[in-house]
């Protein structure tokens, strides 16, 4: 799925309007590098193995997506007992527990893994303190499809903590054997307030060995906080079920921004949102395809806004090589 590209600073040429008013867009914003390797994953499955290809919970928490991907054959499924004998299935970007994948095996599903390799991290870190005898807090929001996945690795060794406020409540069996994990697509300043908290309570706290809150949503937090400061409006693209998304919107309004919504799309913008406003910016979460992003703009537009300007923080060039079921040698052919 290719979305189109903008250049930085302006995204359309420049055109008497009313000089008062500005539209900023942050960058980094949409697709990471996982959502883009986890899309390509289902297309190029569509592509080798044709229609129908079933995939394991929402691919990414994008609703545009999905319906993209389910109208070119994908079927999306809750649980694998609604998939059929002998099909084809893939893991979603936000991976899954080995007893999802056991049961996959004894049922001789053919599968693809899209988790995102950043989520499979914090999985090898999970076992890594599992195997140590470690109890790890991981921190995150209960029913996420990530959580599960994590906490699938090592249940007996896992507890959840969502909130700041939950710290005070925990017990475990040796304070000096306690280790942090995250849910990759967090707050960063709640995930590092919670684990300030942890620290109080735990002196002997563990590190894991590197931050696991993702480089995207690290800087599309930091993006939007560097345009939320001069604007009386900031509107976030990304569905109702996108972490990343939802927090995008806390992230711009605790950075100062008068207002800040989420919508999955153009269409969903209240115009009264636009009333007595002269600045708004503009972002999208790590799931969100350019088009939907440009659709806004467009919208802007109509609505006597200038072209919008881009205010980029940093460059992002990571990119993860698709499953080796999808990978193709020189010669053109499957590896």
Request: net charge negative.
């Amino acid at each position: 799925m290719t979305t189109p590209q903008t250049p930085d600073r302006t995204l359309a040429e420049a055109r008497p309007t009313d000089t008062a008013k500005r539209v900023v867009v942050a960058a980094p914003r949409g697709y990471c590098a996982g959502v883009d390797r986890a899309v390509q994953t289902v297309e190029k499955a569509l592509d080798t193995y044709g229609a129908p290809i079933y995939v394991r919970k929402q691919i990414v928490h994008n609703r545009h997506v999905v319906e993209t991907l389910s109208e070119r054959g994908a079927i999306f499924v809750d649980e694998l007992d609604e998939v059929p004998n002998d099909s084809l299935v893939i893991f979603s970007a936000h991976g899954v527990s080995p007893a999802v994948k056991a049961e996959a095996e004894a049922r001789g599903l053919r599968t693809i893994d899209a988790t995102c390799p950043l989520v499979t991290k914090v999985h090898h870190e999970a076992k890594r303190f599992a195997n140590q005898g470690v109890q790890i807090l991981l921190i995150g929001h209960g029913g996420h499809e990530e959580v599960e996945g994590t906490s699938g690795e090592a249940p007996d060794h896992i507890t959840l903590v969502e909130h700041p406020a939950d710290v005070d409540q925990l017990e475990v069996a040796d304070p000096e054997r306690v280790a942090w994990l995250s849910q990759t697509t967090l707050s960063v300043d709640e995930t590092m307030e919670t684990v300030d908290r942890l620290r109080e309570k735990f002196p002997h706290l563990i590190d894991p060995p590197s931050d696991d809150i993702c480089y995207a949503t690290q800087n599309r937090q930091s993006a939007v906080k560097q345009i939320a400061a001069h604007s009386d409006l900031v509107i976030v693209v990304g569905s109702a079920n996108s972490s990343n998304s939802v927090r995008l919107v806390e992230v711009a309004l605790e950075a100062g921004a008068r207002a800040a919504h989420r919508i999955d799309n153009a269409d969903e913008i209240d115009p009264t949102w636009l009333t007595g406003v002269s600045s708004v910016g503009v972002t999208s979460g790590a799931s969100v395809p350019e088009s939907l992003v440009q659709g806004v703009l467009s919208y802007l537009e109509q609505q006597g806004f200038p072209p919008a300007e881009q205010e980029r923080l940093v460059e992002e060039n990571l990119t993860f090589a698709l499953p080796h079921e999808l990978r193709t040698s020189r010669r053109g052919t499957r590896a």
